[in-house]
T-cell receptor, first 107, second 121 residues
Framework: EIVLTQSPATLSLSPGERATLSCRASQSLTTYLAWYQQKPGQAPRLLIY???NRATGIPARFSGSGSGTDFTLTISSLEPEDFAVYYC?????????FGPGTKVDIK | EVQLVESGGGLVQPGRSLRLSCAAS????????MHWVRQGPGKGLEWVSG??????????ADSVKGRFTISRDNAKRSLYLQMNSLRADDTAVYYCAKESIFGYGRPFDCWGQGTLVTVSS
């Protein structure tokens, strides 16, 4: 099973600041990595798939990069609605696994 | 608009069974693989099970293998999860999720609102 590690666990930032979230895999994923956003009481929402492709309707301030074992989700300028938990997910091999999440909260 | 609506959750005693359903609308249901993902209280996301569009491929997490069975009825646009021998650590919100494009093993681009399963005596 591929293990995903996310850092930091919590990121405290102010609106307008840049957020950089990391996801590291225990083995190479090529680019088979996705990012999801989850707000309290809501289902997850797909943001980025295959490392760098924005899902339908996702604002351009969200971007993904990386390949192999190291990946990054960047939010260029935080909007109030972006404070949430972010999960990475690999689909390179079964079982599909998720990282433990990074909480982005308001400083 | 694509919509997934789960039902069937509730309070159940350890060792008992429960069947979850997920009703889909606004999509060609038989064009997509479907999955169940759960989230324990205050915890992260855990993939539980997946099924291809024609039920030809079924996958399970080790934690539920032999106890849970995934199935689908394309004519009814519905996904199911039969959960037997339930344990306390199965307590979670269970989400059904749709893959983004035809195939198997794609990202999950649509999720239901979830149904809570609580296993307790």
């Amino acid at each position: 099973e591929i293990v995903l590690t996310q850092s930091p666990a919590t990121l405290s930032l102010s609106p307008g600041e840049r957020a950089t979230l990391s996801c590291r895999a225990s083995q190479s994923l090529t680019t088979y990595l996705a990012w999801y956003q989850q707000k309290p009481g809501q289902a997850p929402r797909l943001l980025i798939y295959d490392a760098s492709n924005r899902a339908t309707g996702i604002p351009a301030r969200f971007s993904g990069s990386g390949s192999g074992t190291d990946f990054t989700l960047t939010i260029s300028s935080l909007e109030p609605e972006d404070f949430a938990v972010y999960y990475c997910q690999q689909r390179y091999s079964w079982p599909v696994t998720f990282g433990p999440g990074t909480k982005v909260d308001i400083k | 608009e694509v919509q997934l609506v789960e039902s069937g959750g509730g309070l159940v005693q350890p060792g008992r069974s429960l069947r979850l359903s997920c009703a889909a609308s606004g999509l060609t249901f038989d064009g997509y693989a479907m999955h169940w993902v759960r989230q324990g209280p205050g915890k992260g996301l855990e993939w539980v099970s997946g099924i291809s569009w024609n039920s030809g491929t079924l996958d399970y997490a080790d934690s539920v293998k032999g106890r849970f069975t995934i199935s689908r009825d394309n004519a009814k646009r519905s996904l199911y999860l039969q959960m037997n021998s339930l344990r306390a650590d199965d307590t979670a919100v269970y989400y059904c999720a749709k893959e983004s494009i035809f195939g198997y093993g794609r990202p999950f681009d649509c999720w239901g609102q979830g149904t809570l399963v609580t296993v307790s005596s």
